[in-house]
């Protein structure tokens, strides 16, 4: 079965840092796209950046250029979003997922998710 | 940035009867070289992740009912539900994959709810 585990919720205080997981099983990690995507609390979804994990290929939204960094560990199939200073405005669900592609480009959509992991940030 | 578009931002519709729901992109999502639109059509209901439902506009993914179908071209799309169903209920986002998406690559989502 094609799936991606992800890390469990947290909750942090304003200026911590985090990293969250993302595990792939059943395909073959590198080949396809990773993306993770925010859903702030009874909001709609947004992309915040894609990564090919066969070439390192990474590739960021610009509204989140700078304030996460997108990674991945080939070797065990997972894939990463840290953030080094949090803000209470990162409070949100945030989703990774797979999408089909190579060469640069995007062969469809995104057709597997994670179960999410929410973050909470709070004094 | 491409941006994407919804309308209308909620529908309301009786069970059996068809839902439409609009998604227009600010520039084409049709790539020449293959004839294809990169647009694809999601679904989500409460506490869920999304689910992808059509892709290249108007491909149905494995395992959707075909009473979900896609259609359009260039930059204005459609998501039709043919005949509702109350598992339906959900909001529904289009996406366009042409280009690296920002963070409007999603559409701001449609609420479809049971009249």
């Known amino acids: 079965e094609v799936q991606l585990v992800q890390s469990g919720a947290q909750v942090k205080k304003p200026g911590e840092s985090l990293k969250i997981s993302c595990k792939g099983s059943?395909?073959?990690?590198?080949?396809?796209?990773i993306a993770w995507v925010r859903q702030m609390p009874g909001k709609g979804l947004e992309w915040m950046g894609i990564?090919?994990?066969?070439?390192?290929?990474?590739r960021y939204s610009p509204s989140f250029q700078g304030q996460v960094t997108i990674s991945a560990d080939k070797s065990i199939s997972t894939a990463y979003l840290q953030w080094s200073s949090l803000r209470a405005s990162d409070t949100a669900m945030y989703y990774c997922?797979?999408?089909?592609?190579?060469?640069?480009?995007?062969?469809?959509?995104?057709?597997?998710w994670g179960q999410g992991t929410m973050v909470t940030v709070s004094s | 940035d491409i941006v994407m578009t919804q309308s209308p931002d909620s529908l309301a519709v009786s069970l059996g009867e068809r839902a439409t729901i609009n998604c227009k992109s600010s520039?084409?999502?049709?790539?020449?070289?293959?004839?294809?639109?990169?647009l694809a059509w999601y679904q989500q209901k409460p506490g869920q992740p999304p689910k992808l439902l059509i892709y290249?506009?108007?491909t149905r993914e494995s395992g959707v009912p075909d009473r979900f179908s896609g259609s359009g071209s260039g930059t204005d799309f459609t998501l039709t539900i043919s005949s509702l169903q109350a598992e339906d209920v959900a909001v529904y986002y289009c996406?366009?994959?042409?280009?690296?998406?920002?963070?409007?690559?999603f559409g701001p989502g449609t609420k479809l709810e049971i009249k």
């Open positions: 059943g395909y073959s990690f590198t080949n396809y796209w």
């Open positions: 290249w506009a108007s």
């Open positions: 996406q366009q994959y042409y280009s690296t998406p920002s963070v409007y690559g």
């Open positions: 520039q084409s999502v049709l790539y020449s070289s293959n004839n294809k639109n990169y």
């Open positions: 990564m090919y994990p066969a070439d390192s290929d990474i």
């Open positions: 997922a797979r999408q089909p592609g190579g060469g640069g480009f995007y062969f469809g959509g995104v057709d597997v």
